[in-house]
């Protein structure tokens, strides 16, 4: 059993959650209190639609350690394409730290995939325009989003493969593009030793953790509501792998989810 405030001295950042879903609104500041008494130093509550970007700013608005980003999820129905001036004219805002969730997801067919890569192009000539990096959903699509990433030039903004669930040969090729590798509570579950193997290629530098809360718990809490505390599980996988203190890996993916970010230290 682990106390309820489980307090290992660790200071972290969960990158990339959704704790604006409804999945949260019994107890979203017991959430937040919860985080705070973990470690969790900020977070970043990211967009997959932009009827919620309202919703989104305003948490971020009254919670100094809110941030947000803006953006569709690829495979997220719209009656209307998200514009490029759209995206601009949202993320135009001093919480706003990046553009996304975007990419392509082949896993489901909700949204073609000709019509995810348009999008996809989108977001990521607005992440240039307004300079913030870009948050990569990728599932079962690895081929297509490694060219788009590169044809539009995502080395210019930077940006975050979110939730990485893929091989060391594609984690290298988002490396060789300055992307940041974001690992999720995946990387915990007893099958995944090649996602941990690629845990422990990652370069210190590029490493950051993250919830996808209130999704994929992380061991002990699979199978459960996932929720930002819980970040500190996967801290902990990831020391495991690379022969570190929990501490020092909490530290270090902070360290470059401020720079990664440009949230002040
Ligand atoms: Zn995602
Ligand atoms: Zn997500």
């Known amino acids: 059993m682990e106390s309820r405030h489980a307090n290992d001295g660790m200071s972290f950042v969960d ?5 604006d879903f409804e999945h949260f609104d019994a107890d979203r500041d017991a959430a937040f209190t919860r985080y705070a008494e973990a470690g969790g130093q900020w977070l ?16 971020a608005e009254a919670r100094d350690n809110v941030f947000f980003s803006v953006g569709v999820h690829p495979n997220h129905e719209v009656d209307v394409e998200p514009a490029f001036e759209e995206l601009c004219r949202l993320a135009d805002h001093p919480k706003c ?6 990419g392509m997801d082949f896993y489901r067919h909700r949204v073609s995939p000709g019509e995810q890569e348009v ?7 607005a ?3 307004v300079d913030k ?11 297509d989003t490694l060219r788009v990433l590169e044809e539009e030039g995502a080395d210019a903004c930077g940006g975050i493969m979110h939730c990485f669930s893929s091989t060391i040969e594609v984690a290298a090729q988002a490396l060789d593009m300055g992307l940041s590798i974001s690992f999720s509570g995946n990387v915990t579950y007893k099958a995944n030793d090649a996602l941990r193997a690629v845990a422990a290629f990652v370069p210190e530098e590029a490493l950051l953790v ?3 809360a209130p999704y994929l718990a992380p061991v002990p809490h699979r199978g459960k509501r996932n929720e930002p505390a819980h970040v500190r599980h996967v801290v902990k996988c990831i020391a495991g792998v690379r022969g570190k203190d929990p501490e020092y890996i909490a530290r270090l993916s902070l360290e470059n989810a401020c720079r990664r970010f440009g949230v002040a230290p």
């Open 15 to 19: 990158t990339h959650c959704h704790i």
């Open 44 to 59: 970043v509550a990211v967009a997959v639609d932009l009827e919620h970007i309202p919703r989104l700013r305003g948490l």
């Open 97 to 102: 730290v990046a553009i996304g969730e975007t």
């Open 119 to 125: 999008r996809f192009r989108t977001h990521l000539r």
């Open 127 to 129: 992440a240039r325009a």
């Open 133 to 143: 990096p870009v948050i990569v959903h990728m599932r079962e699509a690895d081929s």
């Open 210 to 212: 993250e919830t996808d």
